[in-house]
């Protein structure tokens, strides 16, 4: 099983047929993704040629063609797509979240950074009404590797496995990914780290509390904001699995924003200590380093066994 994302799901990309958009989409095609359509209204009715190369299968490229659909709703009624990608320039984001939720798409998947916070609240709020789940935005999706990939994360880096991953940064996402790439991930949630997210870390730790093949929930953090510390509240109180976290940024200055635009710490609000007390008084073994935090995995699936 996995979280959010399957073999099975039929992905969009709005954005398709721009740069990052062109680039990725080869990326994810890949990776296995069952990418449907891209969505451009300036070029519907188009269709758009891949050249693919076979990582995973030997030497060899592959061609796929995927049309362009004028809209999401286009899109979802030709191919049945539950899953959307965002690859639209900021200004354009809200917009596109908008219409792909009202279009009812399942799950939407922003990558876009430097959205305007109110553009994100608004969207968000608008997705929620709509019953459309929203990852990010600034994030880099989510994996579940061997099945499907909704987003940048690279997909040759780890394997499937029984490890659920929930992470605030893209980059720590990737390192924590290649440390454990010998046990592998059920599924690997970036969920961004601007200051208003739509999928949260409580969402994922109880997506895989109710993953059966989900053995052990990393949880990746960072300074900036309280959402460790309602993890680890939520932990406390709803997550049987054993959990393990890390959190960037023990040595990063007050009052000064560090990374993510929700990583500014004030006082002793938001400070990478307070994060870890409140997760190691849940339960949650906390590394110092990505690469402690590695060992602590595979320590604590080794006391499972």
Do not use: W
Request: charged share 20%.
């Amino acid at each position: 099983m996995a979280i959010y994302l399957a073999k099975e799901s039929k992905v969009l990309v709005q954005g398709m047929t721009g740069g990052e958009g062109m680039k990725h989409t080869r990326r994810m095609l890949a990776a296995g993704t069952n990418v449907v359509g891209g969505v451009n209204p300036r070029k519907a009715g188009h269709t758009v040629d891949f050249d693919i190369p076979q990582f995973l299968n030997g030497p060899g490229r592959v061609p796929m063609t995927v049309p362009v659909f004028g809209t999401v709703a286009e899109g979802i009624h030709a191919t049945g797509a539950d899953v959307t990608v965002v690859f639209v320039p900021p200004a354009f984001a809200k917009a596109a979240v908008i219409e792909a939720a009202d279009a009812g798409i399942g799950l939407a998947v922003v990558i876009t950074e430097g959205i305007p916070v109110h553009d994100s609240v608004a969207f968000h709020t608008h997705a929620k009404a709509k019953g459309t789940r929203v990852i990010g935005p600034n994030c880099p999706g989510l994996i579940t590797p061997g099945q499907s990939n909704a987003g940048i994360i690279p997909s040759d880096i780890t394997k499937p496995g029984r490890i659920g991953l929930v992470s605030k940064s893209g980059t720590l996402t990737y390192q924590l990914m290649y440390e454990l790439r010998d046990i592998g991930f059920s599924t690997c949630v970036g969920i961004g780290g601007d200051p208003v997210v739509g999928t949260t870390h409580i969402d994922c730790l109880a997506a895989f509390e109710d993953d059966p093949d989900t053995d052990l929930i990393v949880l990746i953090g960072e300074i900036g904001g309280d959402a460790e510390e309602r993890a680890a509240a939520y932990v406390r109180a709803h997550v049987t699995k054993p959990v393990v976290g890390y959190i960037a940024g023990f040595t990063a200055p007050e009052g000064k924003t560090m990374g993510h635009a929700g990583a500014i710490v004030s006082g002793s609000s938001g400070t990478a200590r307070a994060k870890q007390e409140a997760l190691e008084a849940a339960g949650v073994s906390v590394g110092s380093t990505p690469t402690e935090t590695a060992k602590l995995v595979l320590a604590r699936l080794e006391e499972g066994r």
